[in-house]
């Protein structure tokens, strides 16, 4: 059976909000024969990374950049999980190993400016060769039921991917 992780950190309500959306997506009737596995990025480890076939991440937007709980998420499981840098310590080609070509999403909720955090998960995800399987949910501000919708879909979506 695939099996989906879903790593996040959701500290604050909408954070808590947008990912119970994530996992009723994930856990939609519709799809069937899907395993969620659900971790805090805290407490995430490579063996997870490793025994997913798909992801969904989850973060705040924090100073323009991904939550440290994320950031944590990855320093510890990227190179074991075939991350590759290049010479100069930054993402490198070809990487990925085991995990490459799986597909992953992503939701952010921030108050202010949401672009860093999705450009710093995106640069890692890219270093570890995984493909984009849905548009990024972004959600700045309040929670909207629109905001709640799109993290139902994209937990439905990639949990779908992983049945084909």
């Known amino acids: 059976m695939p099996t989906l992780l879903v790593v996040h950190h959701s500290p604050t309500r909408s954070l ?20 969620v596995v659900v971790r805090p990025a805290l407490e995430a480890t490579a063996d997870d990374v490793l025994a997913a076939d798909g992801y969904v991440l989850g973060s705040t937007a924090n100073f323009g950049y991904m939550s440290g709980a994320l950031k944590h998420f990855f320093d510890s499981t990227f190179l074991a999980v075939g991350g590759a840098l290049d010479d100069s310590g930054g993402a490198g080609e070809g990487g990925g190993g085991a995990t490459k070509g799986r597909p992953y999403g992503l939701y952010v909720h921030g108050r202010y400016d949401l672009t860093g955090a999705v450009r710093s998960v995106q640069s890692i995800v890219g270093a570890l060769g995984w493909k984009q399987g849905y548009d990024v949910v972004e959600a700045m501000g309040d929670l909207t039921d629109e905001h709640r919708a799109a993290a139902y879909e994209l937990g439905g979506t990639i949990a779908a991917l992983l049945t084909t």
């Open 16 to 35: 808590m909000a947008l990912t119970e959306a994530v996992l009723d997506g994930a856990h939609d009737p519709e799809v069937e024969g899907v395993d």
